[in-house]
């Protein structure tokens, strides 16, 4: 897709006098402010960067990418500009690929556990590998950034990169922090803690979950803090791996789905955008070979999910006994698949924010672009969380009356069917879903974003 230029046009009066007119001057351009967007290497922080992204260059700024090389060309695929970032030791392509399969197939049997019981396998393996790709950034990221010299550089992540601090400090520009995960990435004592799944009055939950999760991050934070005092930086509270913005947070999580904290955020400090929905190709919904007049379900598990083939396999068999059609992402997993049902048909890939407005309902695994894209475009979901914000977003969601909380694997035939069926007939959960969307779509969270920073670039002096 094209990146498309915003022309503007200066109207200028022509004065008469009494001898002769003034040459009318020429418009003066004024030179564009380069912005660094700069996600975690993953699709949801990806995607939502994009969003923003597209929003920023409207206003005429110039956008560019700081990445990952496996995510250079997602962004360079949507028109942008896009700088390698080494968040880890460089490898091949094919190495890489096979590094992540490694990974995710390692880890399948963890998605069968408890928030608490994944704190000392996947969220234990997690951080070690973000605390080294904070290393890993350290060594380019430098000299990327004296190179663009970005009027402002946003960054979403759930770790700081010291060199975006001092960039910042030294060339007197502001940085904002993108929060594209759960709002509970910002602790609070009386909302629960980030990746701990539990409802929002389990307050026994809440200390119990904290003192398993310092006693299992505490090797790694003090590694993590060796690092920030070596490159000038202060040393970290235990568990707290990355700060607020001073100038700007941005939050993606909808209003109707927060929390009451006990200690407020700013608006000058803290803005919630109500999802981040980027624009991307448009779909034209296939014809099955049966249940063309019956409701239509999306099923995604997202690119980590997609390697659990045997819980879509089990789904796909479910859904096709019922009367529904579905569209199921089973990403690069397509050659497993054999004897589809006729209502449902498998895909790659989908390009979903043109895929929910279509169908009546979702499956998906709770990814926070997967969560929120449901509640913008008022659709109700069944999630069955695996790992991460996942287990956040599933509690969220029903406790809030915006769907379905379910257990990836402790399900029966019987159980879903009643699920989808309250999901495409509750008429109180269609009202609330209808509400929400109508007031997410009012704040368009991408042009939101890009006018807050807008604003901070006009601001005399970085806070």
Not at 87 to 111: C, Q, R, T, Y
Not at 136 to 146: I, R
Not at 251 to 268: N, T
Request: some cysteine; aromatic content about 10%; overall charge positive.
């Amino acid at each position: 897709m094209a990146k498309k230029a915003v022309k503007k046009k200066a109207a200028r009066k022509v004065v008469k006098k009494a001898v002769a007119k003034k040459p009318a001057r020429k418009a003066v351009k004024k030179p564009k402010k380069v912005i660094a967007l700069f996600p975690e290497a993953a699709f949801g922080p990806a995607l939502n960067s994009v969003g923003i992204g597209q929003a920023l260059e409207k206003l005429g700024h110039k956008v560019v990418f700081l990445s990952d090389p496996g995510f250079l060309d997602v962004y360079k695929g949507y028109g942008f500009e896009a700088h390698p970032v080494n968040l880890s030791e460089p490898l091949p392509p094919e190495e890489m690929a096979k590094f992540w399969v490694d990974f995710i197939n390692g880890h399948i049997p963890n998605f069968r556990k408890t928030p608490f019981d994944q704190i000392d396998n996947y969220v234990k393996g997690c951080w070690e590998m973000i605390v080294e790709t904070a290393k890993w950034a350290e060594k380019d990221l430098p000299g990327v950034l004296d190179r663009i010299k970005p009027d402002v550089v946003c960054v979403d992540n759930v770790i700081l990169f010291p060199a975006i601090k001092h960039y910042a400090r030294d060339n007197k520009k502001p940085w904002v922090r993108i929060i594209s995960c759960s709002e509970n990435e910002i602790e609070d004592p009386d909302i629960p803690p980030h990746l701990s799944g539990c409802g929002e009055k389990d307050k026994k939950g809440f200390a119990s979950y904290r003192k398993r999760f310092n006693e299992v991050i505490k090797p790694i934070h003090e590694n993590f803090n060796g690092f920030l005092k070596s490159v000038g930086e202060k040393a970290y509270p235990l568990g707290q791996f990355f700060e607020a913005s001073p100038h700007m947070n941005l939050l993606l999580y909808p209003s109707a789905v927060k929390f009451k904290r006990r200690h407020r955020l700013s608006p000058k400090q803290f803005q919630y955008l109500e999802g981040c929905v980027r624009k991307d190709a448009a779909y034209k919904v296939p014809k099955f070979k049966k249940n063309n007049d019956k409701p239509l379900l999306y099923v995604s598990f997202g690119s980590l999910g997609s390697g659990d083939v045997d819980l879509l396999k089990r789904l796909i068999t479910t859904i096709g006994k019922l009367p529904v059609r579905a569209l199921v992402n089973v990403g690069d997993y397509m050659d497993q698949y054999t004897d589809i049902p006729a209502n449902v048909l498998i895909d790659k890939w989908y390009p979903q924010p043109s895929v929910i407005p279509q169908v009546d309902a979702v499956i998906h695994h709770g990814g926070n672009n997967s969560f929120t894209e449901c509640l913008y475009f008022g659709k109700p979901a069944i999630i069955m969380p695996y790992v991460w914000d996942g287990h956040d977003n599933a509690t969220r969601v029903e406790e809030t009356g915006h769907g379905f909380k379910l257990d990836r694997y402790e399900w029966t035939d019987d159980v879903m069917a009643d699920r989808i069926t309250r999901m495409l007939t509750d008429k109180k959960m269609k009202a609330k879903l209808k509400k929400t969307s109508k007031d997410m779509r009012k704040q368009k969270g991408p042009v939101k974003a890009a006018k807050v920073i807008d604003g901070l670039l006009r601001r005399k002096k970085a806070a």
